[in-house]
Structure formats: C-alpha cells, structure tokens
C-alpha cells in the first residue's frame, strides 16, 4: 500500500513539492536524464518562504538520486530488450538498378 504524502515530516513534503516545479535536463542526442536543474530552487525556497532550505535540498538530492537510478534501470532494461530483437534500429536496403 503506498504511502500518503500526509505522513512524511513537512521538509520532505515540501521537498516532494518544490521539486515537482524544478526542471529536468535531458541529453539531446541520448535521451538521457541527468538530473534536475538546480539553479532555480533559490526562487522556489524564497517564493514559498522556505525556513529550512539546507533540510529541504537534501532531502530534494535523496529524492532526484532515486529517480535517477530507477530511470538509467529502465534505460538499460530498454536497450537490452531491443539488442534482443535484433539491434539498435531497422536497417534499410534499397535496390537500384539503373
């Protein structure tokens, strides 16, 4: 049964908070995520009148830490599942004749 956000102490719901609003970066050419864009939380803790910011950022890292590891899982659980069907894409030949 999951857990109620109501049941976390208020630095970690505000971290679940805060964090929702904090972009992701993405690597272009791999589709990869590398993590949350960490500039913009001095906004966020002044916009929402954060007390205990060190508190609330590390509980932020655990967080984004943990969907790091689960999202290069489901990277490599991918990859592998497509070298099994025959390789990284479709190759294409074409018969000309001329």
Do not use: C
């Not at 109620?4 to 102490?9: A, C, G, H």
């Not at 208020?10 to 971290?15: L, P, R, T, Y």
């Not at 908070?17 to 995520?33: A, H, N, P, Q, R």
């Amino acid at each position: 049964m999951p857990l109620e956000i109501s049941v976390f102490p208020e630095e970690v719901q505000m971290a679940f908070f805060i964090s929702d609003f904090v972009s992701e970066k993405w690597d272009g050419m791999s589709g990869t995520y590398m993590g949350k864009n960490w500039t913009e939380t001095t906004q966020l803790f002044d916009l929402y009148e954060v007390e205990d910011r060190k508190e609330v950022l590390y509980f932020m890292k655990v967080y984004d830490s943990l969907v790091q590891r689960k999202r290069m899982a489901d990277q490599k659980r991918k990859e592998s599942r497509n070298k099994q069907k025959g390789g990284e894409g479709t190759t294409y030949t074409h018969n000309i004749q001329g």
